[in-house]
């Protein structure tokens, strides 16, 4: 069954931002746009080349008024650890989110059971709580955090300009399409 549009439950969780501990609620993220960027473990060897990559575009999610949130099963100590290890997480200025409960990850049904940790989930939350997009990925295979912004730069687009949407490949400023009556039950 699709998650679009799916509201997300409330919680509360550990997360480790800009060196201390603190945490993040349902709350934080309703008002502005938000990423829910879930990965399987802290201290493995696709993942802080995913995080990395996010970083090196958040300063544009934050422009877009857009919070990114890494999510693992980890607690906010490991990754307050990984952190202090990693010459990749070092560079980290977005939350990251504990969920050794698998709170989240049941809600977001991104939970591997067998090995108690999440699927490379992507989920674009709008500001009224709700998912707006998202993807789940193969554990082996990284994600692109230029195609993400630019699913949130659609997104918001389209929220902002309900009677057109956005084409395949649709870049800011780039021509949308406005779809005529005969056709908007099978968009």
């Given at each position: 069954?699709?998650?679009?549009?799916?509201?997300?439950?409330?919680?509360?969780?550990?997360?480790?931002?800009?060196?201390?501990?603190?945490?993040?609620?349902?709350?934080?993220?309703?008002?502005?746009?938000?990423?829910?960027?879930?990965?399987?473990?802290?201290?493995?060897?696709?993942?802080?080349?995913?995080?990395?990559d996010l970083?090196?575009?958040?300063?544009?999610?934050?422009?877009?008024?857009?919070?990114?949130?890494?999510?693992?099963?980890?607690?906010?100590?490991?990754?307050?650890?990984?952190?202090?290890?990693?010459?990749?997480?070092?560079?980290?200025?977005?939350?990251?989110?504990?969920?050794?409960?698998?709170?989240?990850?049941?809600?977001?049904?991104?939970?591997?059971?067998?090995a108690g940790?999440?699927?490379?989930?992507?989920?674009?939350?709008?500001?009224?709580?709700?998912?707006?997009?998202?993807?789940?990925?193969?554990?082996?295979?990284?994600?692109?955090?230029?195609?993400?912004?630019?699913?949130?730069q659609a997104?918001?687009?389209?929220?902002?300009?309900?009677?057109?949407?956005?084409?395949?490949?649709?870049?800011?400023?780039?021509?949308?399409?406005?779809?005529?009556?005969?056709?908007?039950?099978?968009?």
């Open positions: 069954m699709s998650m679009i549009l799916k509201e997300v439950s409330d919680f509360s969780v550990n997360a480790f931002h800009k060196d201390s501990f603190t945490t993040v609620t349902k709350k934080d993220i309703l008002g502005k746009w938000a990423v829910f960027f879930f990965y399987p473990a802290d201290f493995t060897f696709v993942c802080p080349t995913e995080l990395e970083q090196n575009k958040y300063q544009e999610f934050q422009k877009l008024g857009c919070e990114i949130y890494a999510v693992s099963t980890d607690s906010h100590f490991v990754h307050k650890a990984w952190k202090d290890a990693s010459e990749r997480i070092k560079k980290l200025e977005y939350p990251m989110l504990a969920d050794p409960t698998h709170a989240l990850c049941i809600d977001f049904d991104v939970l591997i059971e067998e940790q999440a699927e490379r989930g992507t989920f674009i939350i709008n500001p009224e709580g709700k998912i707006a997009a998202y993807e789940i990925s193969a554990g082996n295979v990284g994600r692109n955090a230029e195609e993400l912004l630019r699913k949130v997104l918001q687009f389209v929220a902002e300009h309900g009677d057109e949407v956005c084409p395949a490949k649709w870049q800011p400023g780039a021509e949308t399409l406005k779809p005529s009556l005969d056709l908007v039950g099978i968009l």
